[in-house]
């Protein structure tokens, strides 16, 4: 009992007495001043699914990312990095009237820096009403007002640049999506004039039906000229002039009908008319769809536009930063009778390891001596 008691007070009271006095009398006041926001879209938000409904959580979404992205962010060497240059966080943290423990010795690495800063932000971020809330602690209350505001203006630089940065992207798309369009409109409007040129036509359907109308044209006249040398045929002689002259009209017809139809030839160019009509054919096609695609980009830049303007992201601020009154930490008392169960538990658990030690050890060596012949034990 006296090893028992006497290793209490060494492992429990005087350690709680050690640490009572640290936060009783040693240890600094903090004073902690933070904002509660969340993270906004102009678009409407539209109604959860079955399993949204069920969980409580929020849909996925930009705003919803953006949460998340601003959550960590609060942690981030980047921001730490902001606030270090904006304030005079140095100072403020490392003051010579700050406790031993709780100060920040200025000649620390950034990472050691940002592990202590750590220690003095808390945020915290409710998947199910997108609600941000972050606390930061300060030795004196003007600080930590300061930096809880300077905090608070660099998620709204962040949340500003995400939203333009997706602004921008929307309308790089479209953009692009537009010169593409242009740019294969022109081209095939090009590939159609310069078909035009080497054909020297501005419309080979037009010359094409023109030449359909002569053949019918020749064709009605030879049927023309047939009946009437079949007629005249019936009255006059054979040999008769007339017969002769509508038959060598007729041949001449039969022979300009054949020169026409032949391919639908056109004079002077070397390829039927036909492979040039499908060759024209397919140019037009080309261009129509090319000016389908340039109209249906040019709505997308609009849309693009109008749907970049709605997706504005912003802040919804419920809670600003204030300056504190009175210090919330350390929590002595509280804190106090933390370190005291603790030593505690951790003395019951020691001293019980012992105590099996001890037993296990006593039972083998009564074991061992048990197992000895009765001469040895004489």
């Known amino acids: 009992m006296k090893s028992l008691r006497k290793s209490f007070l060494i492992l429990v009271i005087f350690p709680f007495f050690l640490g009572s006095c640290y936060l009783f009398f040693i240890a600094s006041d903090r004073y902690v001043s933070g904002a509660g926001f969340a993270v906004r879209s102009m678009t409407n938000q539209g109604k959860g699914d079955l399993l949204t ?26 921001l730490f990095s902001s606030v270090n240059k904006k304030s005079d966080f140095l100072s403020i943290y490392s003051n010579p009237d700050i406790d031993f423990l709780s100060s920040l010795n200025p000649e620390l690495s950034k990472e050691e820096k940002l592990k202590y800063w750590k220690r003095y932000i808390d945020s ?40 333009e940065q997706a602004r921008k992207d929307t ?4 953009k692009n999506e537009l010169v593409h369009a242009q740019t294969n409109l022109m081209e095939s409007r090009e590939a159609l004039r310069l078909f035009r040129e080497e054909t020297k036509s501005v419309d080979l359907s037009a010359i094409a039906s023109s030449q359909v109308n002569l053949l019918t044209n ?32 007729a041949e001449a017809l039969i022979s300009q009908i054949s020169e026409k139809s032949g391919g639908l030839n056109i004079t002077g160019y070397p390829r039927d008319l036909s492979v040039l009509l499908e060759n024209q ?12 695609s340039y109209a249906s980009a040019m709505a997308s830049l609009e849309s693009a536009r109008i749907e970049a303007s709605r997706n504005q992201r912003y802040l919804a601020i419920y809670s600003y930063p204030f300056i504190p009154e009175h210090p919330i930490y350390p929590q002595k008392l509280l804190w106090s009778t933390y370190l005291l169960l603790g030593l505690t538990l951790v003395w019951g658990i020691c001293i019980l390891l012992l105590l099996s030690i001890r037993d296990h050890i006593s039972a083998a060596w009564i074991e061992g001596i048990s ?5 040895k034990l004489k």
Do not use: C, W
Not at 124 to 134: L, Q
Not at 233 to 246: M, R, V
């Open 281 to 292: 054919e397919v140019l037009q096609t080309k261009i129509t769809f090319a000016e389908s």
């Open 53 to 78: 409904s069920v969980t409580g959580l929020a849909s996925s979404g930009s705003s919803t990312s953006d949460s998340y992205i601003v959550n960590k962010f609060l942690e981030s060497m980047d």
């Open 171 to 174: 309308m790089n798309y479209a």
């Open 124 to 163: 915290d971020f409710d998947p199910s009403s997108g609600i941000i809330r972050y606390e930061i602690q300060a030795f004196d209350p003007k600080s930590a007002h300061e930096i809880a505001n300077l905090i608070l203006q660099e998620v709204r630089n962040l949340i500003n640049k995400l939203s």
């Open 218 to 249: 020749l064709e009605k006249q030879l049927i023309d000229v047939k009946a009437r040398i079949s007629v005249l045929k019936k009255s006059l002689d054979l040999n008769a002039p007339s017969i002769k002259s509508l038959e060598r009209k």
């Open 371 to 375: 197992s000895l012949p009765r001469n």
